[in-house]
T-cell receptor, first 109, second 114 residues
Framework: GQNIDQPTEMTATEGAIVQINCTYQTSGFNGLFWYQQHAGEAPTFLSYNVLDGLEEKGRFSSFLSRSKGYSYLLLKELQMKDSASYLCAVQDSNYQLIWGAGTKLIIKP | ETGVTQTPRHLVMGMTNKKSLKCEQHLGHNAMYWYKQSAKKPLELMFVYSLEERVENNSVPSRFSPECPNSSHLFLHLHTLQPEDSALYLC?????????????FGEGSRLTVL
């Protein structure tokens, strides 16, 4: 079957760096997405990786290794507003999105 | 106006009630989706519409009935639901179905079935 694994919850300190990992096993691969979802709000798009390597976008970066079935989302200079759930999703060979259960990130002062 | 709007934001219903969730997108997209989000579980795709035609139905119980009257509006009709159907129901849209590209989500309708 198809599967996405990511940690259920992580805690980090304001101003620090945190890395949220995502591993996947899917039928084919057409890209990996990261979404951010604040409590009670809509998931919003953060990043898309289809080739190996690091994509940087301000304080957020996303890395992909297709051979390892692995991605991470790196958040730098953490702010209290970064407290949210982070959803990893992979698009399989049929362009269907396979979702992880999300990682709840708690930022402490 | 936000891109994707869902109403109501919160809904409480008994198992014998009939209610509907509404979704409207102002992005000119051709594809719309219903997802179910339960705590600590992955998003579950329920229905996909492309140009008002249903293209996917992921073995969803018949007590959930979708309707897409035009490419901007999507409904989810609910009847004789079960307590385990309590969840956040998210609507999303994308420019085209079955292609790469991000989804644009609404804020969801929080459903509680008593």
């Amino acid at each position: 079957g198809q599967n996405i694994d990511q940690p259920t919850e992580m805690t980090a300190t304001e101003g620090a760096i945190v890395q949220i990992n995502c591993t996947y096993q899917t039928s084919g691969f057409n890209g990996l997405f990261w979404y951010q979802q604040h409590a009670g709000e809509a998931p919003t798009f953060l990043s898309y990786n289809v080739l190996d390597g690091l994509e940087e976008k301000g304080r957020f970066s996303s890395f992909l290794s297709r051979s390892k079935g692995y991605s991470y989302l790196l958040l730098k200079e953490l702010q209290m507003k970064d407290s949210a759930s982070y959803l990893c999703a992979v698009q399989d060979s049929n362009y269907q999105l396979i979702w992880g259960a999300g990682t709840k990130l708690i930022i402490k002062p | 106006e936000t891109g994707v709007t869902q109403t109501p934001r919160h809904l409480v219903m008994g198992m014998t009630n009939k209610k509907s969730l509404k979704c409207e997108q102002h992005l000119g997209h051709n594809a719309m989706y219903w997802y179910k989000q339960s705590a600590k579980k992955p998003l579950e795709l329920m229905f996909v519409y492309s140009l008002e035609e249903r293209v996917e139905n992921n073995s969803v119980p018949s007590r959930f009935s979708p309707e897409c009257p035009n490419s901007s509006h999507l409904f989810l009709h609910l009847h004789t639901l079960q307590p385990e159907d309590s969840a956040l129901y998210l609507c999303a849209s994308s420019p085209e179905e079955g292609s790469t590209g991000e989804l644009f989500f609404g804020e969801g309708s929080r459903l509680t079935v008593l």
